[in-house]
C-alpha cells in the first residue's frame, strides 16, 4: 500500500526511518502459540468515543495498523453490541493483504466471530449477509436465535446462561483459529480481563482530549488487575502513539 501519514519506532531501538507495511507486520506478527490479542483506540483521558463512536478517535495511521491486525488474525472477535452500534460491515481485505495471507497458508479472509448472550441479531447485516466467511456467533445454551440467523452464521454454544469464553476460545483454537483478534467493545474486555484470557493489548492513543462522559475501553465487574509488559511504542507524525502490550 501506499504509506501516507508516517508510522515510527520509538521504543525499543528507535528509529527514524519510516515503518513499511512489511516492517510493520513483522512488528505485530503472527504467534506460535494460541494468542488472544484485543485492538482498541483512546484519546488521552481515557475515553473510548467521541459523541459515540469510536471512529472519532481513528485516523489514517490507526486504520493501517487496523486493516494490519486483522489481515494476522484468524478470526475477528466482536461483541454484538459492537457490531450493532458500529454497525459493522462484511470482514473484508484488500488484494495485497489477502496476497499475504495465501502466501503464509491462511485463508482468503479472517473468520468473524461475534459474541451474543441474547442473539438479539439482525442475519440482514451486512457483516452477516455479505459475509466473505460464514460468521460463527458464540453464545451460551439457553439463547434463542431470530428467523434466519442459522442461515447465514454458525451458532457455537458455550456455557448455561451465560457465554463461557474460555470454552468458546478453546473451541475456536479447536477449529485452527488460534490468533484472535478482539476489537471489542468494552464490557467484552472486561469480561477477558476477568477471565485471565488477554494475552495481549494494542492500544492507540489519540493526541485529543475528550471530555467527559465517554466510557473508559473495558467496563463490566471489578475483577484483578493484570500485568501485560510493554513491547514497542510507535509514533505517526500526526501524534498518534501506537502502543503493544503482550506476555511474556
Known amino acids: 500500500m501506499t504509506v501516507g501519514i508516517p508510522i515510527r519506532r520509538l521504543w525499543p531501538e528507535p528509529s527514524t526511518e519510516p515503518l513499511d507495511d512489511a516492517a510493520l507486520t513483522a512488528l505485530y506478527g503472527r504467534a506460535d502459540q494460541p494468542r488472544l490479542r484485543v485492538n482498541f483506540v483512546?484519546?488521552?483521558?481515557?475515553?473510548?468515543?467521541?459523541?459515540?463512536?469510536?471512529?472519532?478517535?481513528?485516523g489514517e495511521p490507526d486504520k493501517r495498523v487496523f486493516g494490519m491486525l486483522r489481515m494476522l488474525c484468524d478470526a475477528l472477535v466482536v461483541a454484538a453490541g459492537t457490531l450493532r452500534h458500529e454497525g459493522y460491515r462484511a470482514v473484508r481485505l484488500s488484494e495485497n493483504r489477502r496476497a499475504w495471507r495465501r502466501a503464509n497458508g491462511l485463508a482468503a479472509y479472517p473468520t468473524l466471530v461475534v459474541v451474543s448472550g441474547s442473539l438479539?441479531?439482525?442475519?440482514?447485516?451486512?457483516?452477516?449477509?455479505?459475509?466473505?466467511?460464514?460468521?460463527?456467533?458464540?453464545?451460551?445454551?439457553?439463547a434463542e436465535p431470530p428467523p434466519g440467523l442459522t442461515d447465514v452464521a454458525d451458532l457455537l454454544r458455550c456455557g448455561t446462561g451465560r457465554v463461557d469464553l474460555a470454552a468458546g476460545l478453546a473451541e475456536l483454537h479447536g477449529r485452527?483459529?488460534?490468533?484472535?483478534?478482539?476489537?471489542?467493545?468494552?464490557?467484552?474486555?472486561?469480561?477477558?480481563?476477568?477471565?485471565?484470557l488477554v494475552d495481549e493489548l494494542c492500544l492507540t492513543v489519540a493526541p485529543l482530549l475528550a471530555g467527559p462522559g465517554a466510557g473508559r475501553i473495558t467496563a463490566g465487574d471489578a475483577s484483578a488487575p493484570r500485568h501485560l509488559p510493554l513491547r514497542?511504542?510507535?509514533?505517526?507524525?500526526?501524534?498518534?502513539?501506537?502502543?503493544?502490550h503482550a506476555r511474556p
Open 232 to 244: 514497542h511504542v510507535l509514533a505517526a507524525d500526526d501524534g498518534v502513539l501506537m502502543l503493544r
Open 42 to 58: 483512546a484519546s488521552l483521558d481515557g475515553a473510548v468515543t467521541v459523541d459515540g463512536y469510536s471512529a472519532g478517535l481513528s
Open 120 to 142: 438479539g441479531l439482525d442475519p440482514a447485516q451486512a457483516a452477516f449477509a455479505d459475509a466473505p466467511v460464514r460468521p460463527i456467533v458464540l453464545t451460551h445454551s439457553g
Open 176 to 196: 485452527g483459529l488460534t490468533q484472535v483478534l478482539c476489537e471489542g467493545g468494552p464490557h467484552l474486555l472486561g469480561a477477558l480481563t476477568a477471565a485471565d
